[in-house]
């Protein structure tokens, strides 16, 4: 999920332990579950710092470790003894548990995207991303804000965020029944589909999709049980020839290569370099394809400047790989 929806989730976790007697009755443990209800809620997404180093490594690295099962053990830990020294009569254990439940429920939460996680590290590094809960969901968003309000003039906390937690997990039983049908309706307009990626969208029944048939890639459009084919292009593996060869061991081209499951290439020449693109299949938006990576490499298959993320126009992708 977004940092803003993970921050009032910290809030409404808060708020549920309020139920727990133990932190209603002890004010440093009350006053200590609440910090760390906000901390742990954020801290999984300390790997957005990678961001700062270079897309390549924030690609390969972002809600990896820092999701995986060690992970969100240790967290609540380390939050816990950076907390306990300031409210040593605060209860250990009780502080631990909400902790350890707000670290949970992010990671928890974050295998719903389209993006997923690698919450099962290290028993797989498979990427868990079940695509029914975009990114940012209004819905989930808007129920948090409704129970803080609730709770600002007066409504108990642990009741609120308990009922609306509730109604939460009807809207996420009710999303995974709206996948199920478009699944069916995609089968039902290309039947040889192989794979079917389905990503969420802001808007609760339209979906972007991806298709992957034996020899087609399909790029469609969902809305409720109605599937509109807006592209369609020839499955060609990637070629085992020099320039791909050489064009793998640029950083942005491995890290494209290891996150996406289903992408187009093309490669370009002219007389002074090649140009390899490897295209995300998934984010189609408005008729771009914004999710890229790009290499030039010189006559001498050298790397000259890469670049991979998010680009909406060619004359920014240009000025990116120029930055590069």
């Known amino acids: 999920m977004d940092t803003g929806t993970h921050v009032v989730m910290g809030f409404a976790i808060a708020g549920i332990s309020t139920l727990d007697p133990v932190v209603a009755e002890n004010t440093a443990t009350s006053q200590a579950v609440f910090i760390a209800a906000l901390v742990g809620s954020q801290a999984p997404d300390i790997d957005t710092v990678l961001k700062l180093s270079n897309n390549a490594t924030y690609l390969r690295n972002h809600r990896g470790i820092t999701h995986s099962i060690p992970a969100v053990l240790l967290w609540p830990i380390a939050i816990v003894s950076v907390l306990y020294p300031f409210f040593p009569t605060a209860n250990l254990f009780h502080l631990w548990i909400w902790t350890f439940i707000a670290v949970f429920l992010h990671v928890f939460v974050d295998i719903f995207?389209?993006?997923?996680?690698?919450?099962?590290?290290?028993?797989?590094?498979?990427?868990?991303?079940?695509?029914?809960?975009?990114?940012?969901?209004?819905?989930?968003?808007?129920?948090?804000?409704?129970?803080?309000v609730l709770w600002g003039i007066g409504f108990d906390p642990g009741w609120t965020f308990i009922t609306i937690y509730g109604i939460i997990v009807i809207y996420y039983i009710l999303r995974f029944i709206a996948q199920y049908f478009v699944k069916i309706a995609v089968r039902k307009t290309v039947p040889k589909a192989e794979r079917i990626i389905i990503s969420p969208t802001i808007h609760f029944f339209q979906w972007r999709v991806a298709i992957i048939t034996k020899d087609r890639y399909f790029v469609a459009r969902a809305y409720r049980r109605s599937?509109?084919?807006?592209?369609?292009?020839?499955r060609i593996p990637l070629p085992e020839n020099d320039i791909i060869q050489a064009a793998k061991k640029d950083k942005n081209i491995s890290a494209f290569l290891s996150f996406s499951p289903v992408f187009r290439w093309e490669i370009e020449y002219d007389d002074e370099k090649y140009e390899v693109r490897l295209i995300d299949l998934r984010y189609r938006s408005n008729g771009h394809y914004p999710f890229v990576a790009v290499v030039h490499l010189d006559q001498n298959l050298d790397i000259l400047n890469s670049y991979t993320g998010w680009i909406f126009s060619e004359d920014k992708l240009q000025k990116k790989l120029t930055i590069e």
């Open 113 to 148: 995207n389209a993006y997923g996680t690698q919450a099962i590290r290290p028993i797989s590094s498979k990427w868990v991303a079940l695509g029914v809960i975009n990114t940012f969901d209004l819905y989930i968003f808007g129920f948090h804000v409704i129970g803080l």
């Open 227 to 234: 599937v509109t084919i807006l592209d369609e292009y020839k």
